[in-house]
Each structure stands twice: as structure tokens, then as C-alpha cells.
């Protein structure tokens, strides 16, 4: 099986950063995608920034030129960077991984709270 084990969630400012991290473990195989996904409270989950093994990068519109994400394959961790943090960024933020002919995994949840 894979576990997604996520860190660096909290409490900060407007205009802040924050990092979040994710470190993959359990499996044999690479993935061929990870990233991130956020659920705020009353809303759908979706999609915050994924990349791939190769190092593509997508971007939700809301979070463009704001976060960086970036990732270590032979770690398999990927780290979310979030710079110029606004209260709307306030969610449950999920780490998400893909490998070929295999389930999508998803991480516990870390809190992302931003409030002056």
C-alpha cells in the first residue's frame, strides 16, 4: 500500500508563506503525478497544483504565480511553497499521487488557516 504523510500546515498572516510538504512511502513505484488539492469548508475539493515526473507543472488560476510547487522523484516527496497568502487560501490542504494502472492516493489532510 502507499501513505501520503503531509507537514507543514498552520496558521499565518495575510501576505505571508507557508510550505507544505508530502512524502510518499510503501511503494515500489515511482508516480507519474503529485500535488495538491485544498477542500475549504462548504466547498468541493479541487485542484491546487499538480506535477508531473517530468516536471510539468499546472496551476489552479486562483493560486497561479503565487505557489511553486516542486518535487523530488527519487524521494518521492513534493513540496507546496505558498507565497502572498490570502484568507480564501484557508482550506484543508490534500497531497495527491498517480502511478500508471494504479489507484489515486490521497493524504490525511493538513490545515491551512490564513487570518490576520
Known amino acids: 500500500q502507499v501513505q501520503l504523510v503531509e507537514s507543514g500546515g498552520g496558521l499565518v498572516q495575510p501576505g505571508g508563506s507557508l510550505e507544505l510538504s508530502c512524502v510518499a512511502s510503501?511503494?515500489?513505484?515511482?508516480?507519474?503525478?503529485m500535488g495538491w488539492y485544498r477542500q475549504a469548508p462548504g466547498k468541493q475539493r479541487e485542484m491546487v497544483a499538480i506535477?508531473?515526473?517530468?516536471?510539468?507543472?499546472t496551476y489552479a488560476d486562483s493560486v497561479k504565480g503565487r505557489f511553486t510547487l516542486s518535487r523530488d522523484n527519487a524521494k518521492n516527496t513534493v513540496s507546496l511553497r505558498m507565497n502572498s497568502l490570502k484568507p480564501e487560501d484557508t482550506a484543508v490542504y490534500y497531497c495527491?499521487?498517480?502511478?500508471?494502472?494504479?489507484?489515486?492516493?490521497w493524504g490525511q489532510g493538513t490545515q491551512v488557516t490564513v487570518s490576520s
Open positions: 506535477i508531473t515526473s517530468r516536471g510539468t507543472t
Open positions: 510503501g511503494s515500489r513505484s515511482s508516480f507519474y503525478a
Open positions: 495527491y499521487a498517480q502511478a500508471p494502472a494504479a489507484p489515486t492516493y
